[in-house]
């Protein structure tokens, strides 16, 4: 056992100076015991050991980076790294499994195992949080969608219809990870159960023990020994989401002697630990500015204060990467608009920024650290950044109009109905119904001279309406658009036609699902998508048969297209449309960023991967292409445009905002 930690560290040797390793200084002389509380201090294998970490998602960095972004973490001093785990990805439809073994868009993504071990190879160890729920800015907080589909289900609670559910993924994930513990040979010193329980509900609300306890023992049952944890704003809920002898942790960006006294006062015998210490902050759609969190003298000021406690520390983010595809959350807010839709990039302004970049809250952690840190081990030399490119702008030489677009989507895709129908409960996919994407409804109507259409209860979440294929809504232009038709903010909104629209047509019914709630109460986690909260009405008359199609976007599906029809001599004014065109590349690729500032809204695909989506009114109009996503010569760009498609992409070497 040790002789396989000392050799996976190998590659350490010839970096500083003749220090031990970290493995080689917890190792020494055998491995007895784990991570553990004794009185107030941490012990590891019986020696003292603060914790530094910071927190990097493996499914939101491309895995040949992994390998540099962990590296990045032990050269600024770090001595583990922390992850969520998130269930969406690994259970995209019920019963069906995926850990980097599948054929699905984000497979590739996904060898949970494999990133833990390579962290154990950068001399790392490793916290890891496998939910169910895990909050993060990732849609739904990382649950499944196809649970919505299931009658009255009550998530994060101690329904059976949930449990039973974890239970089947835990007894999944959990094994394959369970030997790779600290005290078995491997790297995981610690497991959060659940996230930020707390804060599930009104601060003075009892909370669903009974549900935690079930957590816990799935982790035990499944082999987990090591150190359980949750985490919560100790000042505000106390300990109303912990158990008892599970280690309370906090998650906070400022005031922190308010929460680490809270803290100490809720478990005065017992180490301090930060389990969240948020470096800065991310963007939603339409807000006023790019969000940057703290600034630098508070991000340094605050770290010192909680070293200054003893605590234990994990930079919430040290690298945040990107929200590829449709991943992207929402958070909730208590008046219009209601819910805040997060944007594509996760940069966070986190020490390591989203294509691997130092920063000035690198150089203070790297600082602060080695200034409080007693234990002293060999660092590596820290990686050189990598290259970045302004590739040619690219001209877009074909298209798929929307009615191609639907002709072209698989008939196991489509669905007749009397009534509309959440996203959710589409009999798709082996009966998981549709998680994400765009959701059409398309029947046959006739208008009088003053006809109008009532969509009864609240879009999930935006809807476009076309005519006969002719789009008739307007792209947003501001946020005081949000409460007209078209979006999720008013309820029975209605749509005019005009007097030369009567007679017979085709009505189509685009709705976009921008992203579910990730964090809230209860009722923010009711979220289906689509058209499915009452009828669609024309002239008070509830409009019948359906034709609803899943368009779903994925790369399988992107890959496939063809019958694509020249731009040249076509007017493309209004969407949607796929267009489509080819960047070349020479040498060996390197990271970009695709510029969409003259775009509208919609999503970028590069060699068939969703890279994410885009708003012209940003913050955020540049979407990161990682370098191995490209390859040299001939790179396949579409692009779902929404609104109004420009006629070129150009590309940069850095991040654009539309908003500073």
């Not at 800015?137 to 990382?142: D, L, N």
């Not at 076309?466 to 946020?479: A, H, N, S, Y």
């Amino acid at each position: 056992m040790e002789f396989l930690i000392v050799n996976s560290l190998l590659h350490l040797v010839g970096f500083g100076d003749n220090l031990p390793t970290l493995y080689e200084h917890y190792t020494d002389g055998g491995i007895s015991s784990g991570l553990e509380t004794v009185g107030v201090e941490f012990k590891l294998n019986g020696k003292d050991i603060t914790l530094y970490g910071g927190a990097i998602h493996y499914f939101r960095v491309h895995p040949k980076y992994w390998r540099d972004r962990l590296r990045k973490a032990r050269a600024a001093g770090l001595n583990f790294v922390e992850t969520y785990i998130p269930w969406n990805l690994h259970e995209p439809e019920e019963g069906m499994f995926d850990f980097g073994d599948g054929n699905r868009d984000m497979s590739i993504f996904l060898n949970v195992r494999q990133f833990i071990q390579l962290a154990q190879e950068e001399d790392l160890l490793v916290i890891i949080r496998p939910g169910p729920y895990i909050c993060s800015e990732w849609e739904f907080g990382g649950l499944p969608s196809w649970l919505l589909a299931s009658p009255d289900i009550k998530v994060r609670t101690s329904d059976p219809k949930f449990t039973s559910r974890v239970k089947s993924y835990f007894d999944q994930l959990i094994p394959l990870l369970s030997d790779l513990q600290f005290i078995l040979g491997g790297s995981i010193i610690a497991i959060q159960v659940e996230n930020e329980y707390g804060n599930f509900g009104e601060q003075n609300t009892p909370k669903d023990k009974k549900y935690l306890e079930f957590v816990k023992q799935s982790y035990i049952e499944n082999g987990l020994i090591g150190l359980f944890v949750t985490c919560d704003t100790p000042a505000f809920v106390g300990d109303t989401g912990s158990l008892p002898e599970v280690l309370q942790t906090a998650t906070f960006n400022k005031n922190p002697e308010k929460q680490l006294e809270a803290l100490k006062k809720l478990q005065p015998d017992r180490p301090l630990m930060v389990m969240e210490y948020w470096s800065g902050w991310y963007d939603h759609w339409l807000d006023d500015s790019h969000q940057t969190g703290l600034t630098l003298k508070e991000f340094e000021d605050n770290l010192e204060v909680i070293l200054n406690y003893n605590s234990s520390v994990n930079i919430y983010m040290l690298h945040g990467g990107t929200s590829f595809g449709f991943m992207n959350g929402a958070d909730p807010l208590s008046s219009s608009p209601f819910y805040q839709f997060d944007a594509t990039s996760y940069d966070y302004d986190a020490p390591i920024s989203e294509a691997g970049d130092y920063n000035e809250k690198y150089a203070i952690l790297e600082k602060t650290v080695a200034k409080y840190n007693p234990v002293k081990t060999r660092l590596p030399d820290k990686p050189e950044e990598s290259k970045k490119f302004a590739y040619p702008s690219v001209n877009m030489t074909e298209f798929l109009n929307f009615e191609d677009i639907l002709a072209k989507i698989d008939a196991n895709n489509k669905v007749k109905s009397s009534d509309v129908m959440s996203m959710e409960l589409l009999n798709i996919n082996q009966g998981s119904g549709q998680s994400y994407g765009y959701i059409n409804y398309q029947t046959k109507i006739n208008l009088t001279k003053n006809s109008s259409l009532t969509i009864k209860g609240h879009v999930r979440d935006t809807v476009m309406l076309l005519l006969d294929g002719v789009q008739r809504t307007k792209i947003i232009t501001g946020p005081s658009d949000l409460t007209g038709f078209g979006y999720w903010v008013s309820s029975d909104t209605e749509f005019h036609f005009d007097e030369a629209d009567a007679g017979s047509h085709t009505l189509d019914l685009l709705v976009e699902n921008w992203g579910r709630c990730n964090y809230g109460y209860p009722e923010n986690f009711l979220q289906q998508k689509g058209l499915w909260e009452g009828p669609v009405s024309i002239d008070s008359v509830d409009v019948k048969d359906w034709d609803i199609t899943a368009i779903e976007l994925k790369s399988d599906w992107i890959k496939r297209l063809n019958g694509w029809r020249s731009v040249e001599n076509s007017s493309l004014e209004t969407g949607p449309f796929l267009l489509k065109g080819e960047l070349e590349i020479s040498d060996e690729p390197g990271d970009t960023w695709i510029n969409m500032s003259q775009w509208g809204k919609g999503v970028v695909f590069i060699n068939g991967f969703n890279i994410g989506r885009y708003l012209y009114l940003g913050p955020p109009v540049s979407l990161f292409i990682p370098a191995p996503i490209l390859q040299k010569g001939t790179n396949k760009i579409i692009v779902f445009e929404q609104y109004h498609p420009a006629s070129a992409v150009s590309f940069s070497d850095k991040p654009i905002f539309v908003k500073q």
